[in-house]
């Protein structure tokens, strides 16, 4: 059985199509690319999966669980966690008061402080900020940790992002382009850390326009044009697949 295994997947808005029949499964344990031009689809479906937009029809089974019109917090709490093409977040915060806050939703929390009351859920909070040290850590945000979130690069306000996504320790992470107008530099480090995810048992599917950094990170890709799935494999085979060319080049220029 596959990690996320997505059927007919259907969503408009306004009578346009956006969504007409997605599908396509990822499997655990690796890096999946999801790549098509402007308007494919691509923002959408993230939309939809993670439960921010309800689809119009199809099925998204996750985990081995039906997850098509639940609500953000039923998935996340699943293990689905996506970050957002714009990083969002609350400017006053810490870095390390984004983390805190990430991580605190945790499945069982309440019943547990309700049971063993403030000891336990100061031990929590002890745990979570380690956990939140070490998120920073692995991201190498720990020197900027004091630092309000709006201190931070562009970069780095994307390490945050997928920070704040890791503290929840998901199963899934949906990335919807991790790099954009991020410079070369900081955009290989992001690479790398995402290249540390799936060792940590995590599974990420992510949406990249700049090719060379899906063509080294991500098997397989799956291409959306059109509110669809074109085609997938690998780079190199999607690359070379003329539907590709023609749905990137418009099909009049094809
Ligand atoms: N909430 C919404 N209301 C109306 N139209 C929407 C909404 N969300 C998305 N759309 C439309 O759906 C289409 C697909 O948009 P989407 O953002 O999913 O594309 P994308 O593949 O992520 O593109 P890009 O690569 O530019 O980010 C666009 O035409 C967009 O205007
Ligand atoms: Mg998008």
């Not at 396509?24 to 494919?40: K, Q, S």
């Not at 689905?80 to 006053?92: E, I, M, N, S, Y």
Request: charge should be neutral.
């Amino acid at each position: 059985m596959s990690l996320l295994e997505i059927n007919g997947l259907r969503r408009s808005f306004y009578g346009l199509e956006v969504l007409r029949g997605v599908d396509f499964a990822v499997e655990a344990g690796g890096i999946t690319g999801l790549i098509g031009p402007n308007g494919a689809g691509k923002t959408t479906l993230f939309n939809v999966v993670s439960g921010l937009v309800p689809p119009n029809g199809g099925s998204i089974l996750f985990d081995g669980r039906e997850m098509a019109g639940k609500s953000p917090d039923v998935i996340s709490r699943a293990g689905l966690l996506r970050t957002f093409q714009v990083a969002r977040g609350f400017p006053k915060l810490s870095v390390f008061q984004h983390l805190m806050l990430y991580g605190r939703d945790q499945p069982g929390e309440n019943l547990l402080t309700a049971i063993f009351g403030s000891r336990a859920a100061r031990e929590r909070e002890v745990e979570l900020a380690e956990k939140a040290l070490e998120t920073a850590r692995f991201l190498r945000l720990d020197k900027l940790i004091d630092n309000p979130a709006t201190a931070l690069s562009g970069g780095q306000k994307k390490l945050l992002e997928i920070g704040r996504a890791l503290m929840a320790e998901p199963k899934l992470v949906l990335l919807d382009e991790p790099t954009a107008g991020v410079n070369p530099t900081l955009q290989n480090e992001i690479g790398e850390r995402l290249l540390e995810l799936p060792k940590r048992g995590i599974t990420v599917l992510l949406i990249e326009h700049d090719m060379g950094f899906i063509a080294h990170l991500c098997d397989p890709v799956i291409v959306m044009a059109e509110g669809q799935v074109l085609t997938q494999g690998t780079f190199d085979q999607v690359r070379n697949d003329h539907r590709v060319r023609e749905a990137y080049l418009g099909k009049r220029a094809a």
